[in-house]
Every structure is written in structure tokens, then in C-alpha cells.
């Protein structure tokens, strides 16, 4: 499975911005998926994930309320809307399949990774 991360870019806070993950190579969805985040000096941490049909969902406490994931499984895509961004957002943004475990919250639980986005909250 191939993941392709986009849509990250400049921000302010306060601002929205929604992130795209596109797989191709496999049976998307059969895959329950996630994204995590990786700021400098920080380890990669667990951002929310979605069950294969989208009927389950999952968040980290820091982005609950603001993000919310979603997936499109006819067009093979996982999105990220983020709302109400803060500078402690900034991070690359990594989309990934993950193994049947639920809810994924760990590096661990998570098979194939795509590439990354870069998102910039400025303050």
C-alpha cells in the first residue's frame, strides 16, 4: 500500500486546514487508518483514526473538539480537517494503515506509512 500525503501549508491561528491522504496498491477499505504528527524535538504522537467503514473514530485529547477525521473510500482517501489551530499544532502530518487493533494509538499499531505533510501554525 501506497500512501500519499497533501494539503499542508501555512497557517494562522485560529485558522482551519484540512490534510488529504491518498492510498493506492491495496484494498483501502479494508484498512482502518490513522494520523500522527512529528514536531521537531518531539516523538511522533498518535492524532485520530477511523475504522475501515468510517463509522468509528478516535482522537488524541490534544485535538479533540477541533479535528475531525473522515474518509471518502470510493476515491481511496483519508482527510484531516483541523479547526481552531494553535502554534503547538505545527508538525508533519503522517497518514497510516493500521492493523485490526482499536482504537490504534500507537506507532505500533500502524503497518504501512506514507510520506508526510508539513503544517505551519503561526502565532
Known amino acids: 500500500v501506497q500512501l500519499q500525503a497533501s494539503g499542508g501549508g501555512l497557517v494562522q491561528a485560529g485558522g482551519s486546514l484540512r490534510i488529504s491522504c491518498a492510498a493506492s496498491?491495496?484494498?483501502?477499505?479494508?484498512?482502518?487508518m490513522g494520523w500522527f504528527r512529528h514536531a521537531p524535538g518531539k516523538e511522533r504522537e498518535f492524532v485520530a483514526a477511523?475504522?475501515?467503514?468510517?463509522?468509528?473514530?478516535h482522537y488524541a485529547d490534544s485535538v479533540k473538539g477541533r479535528f475531525t477525521i473522515s474518509r471518502d473510500n470510493a476515491k481511496n482517501t483519508v482527510y484531516l480537517q483541523m479547526n481552531s489551530l494553535k502554534p503547538e499544532d505545527t508538525a508533519v502530518y503522517y497518514c497510516?494503515?493500521?492493523?485490526?487493533?482499536?482504537?490504534?494509538?500507537?506507532?505500533?499499531?500502524?503497518?504501512?506509512w506514507g510520506q508526510g505533510t508539513l503544517v505551519t501554525v503561526s502565532s
Open positions: 477511523i475504522s475501515w467503514s468510517g463509522g468509528d473514530t
Open positions: 496498491g491495496g484494498t483501502f477499505s479494508s484498512y482502518d
Open positions: 497510516a494503515t493500521a492493523s485490526p487493533t482499536w482504537p490504534p494509538t500507537s506507532i505500533y499499531d500502524y503497518i504501512y
